[in-house]
């Protein structure tokens, strides 16, 4: 599964973006999606996860209630409506694929990754 990232660049603090990962040339429908991101200087972590129907999400403390997981998967694409947002949202964003299924474990990742688009918020 390849996975391509867009929707990043640079905004003010309190502006919203959103972000989209569309799988290429495989679907992604029958894999549980997730979003991590690598603040600069800082370990990758997780951001939000949804189960291949949508039905389950799980988001980190520092997003919950500001970010939004979704996915089309008549457009094989995933989503993350981003509100709110704080220098400390500053990051690579990933998005990444795992077929085993939707997990509570925030730290499991499965094995397909995008490249990655970079979110700046400016104080």
């Known amino acids: 599964v390849q996975l391509v990232e867009s929707g990043g660049g640079l905004v003010q603090a309190g502006e919203s973006l959103k972000l989209s990962c569309m799988g290429s040339?495989?679907?992604?429908?029958?894999?549980?999606m997730s979003w991590f991101r690598r603040p600069p200087g800082k370990d990758r972590e997780f951001v939000a996860r949804?189960?291949?129907?949508?039905?389950?999400?799980s988001y980190s403390d520092s997003v919950s209630g500001r970010f939004t997981i979704s996915r089309d998967n008549h457009k094989n694409t995933l989503y993350l409506q981003m509100n709110n947002l704080k220098p400390e949202d500053t990051a690579v964003y990933y998005c990444?694929?795992?077929?085993?299924?939707?997990?509570?474990?925030?730290?499991?990742?499965?094995?397909?990754w995008g490249q990655g688009t970079q979110v700046t918020v400016s104080s």
């Open positions: 990444n694929a795992d077929p085993e299924g939707f997990s509570p474990d925030r730290d499991r990742t499965g094995d397909y």
């Open positions: 040339e495989h679907s992604i429908t029958n894999y549980a």
């Open positions: 949804i189960s291949w129907s949508g039905t389950l999400t």
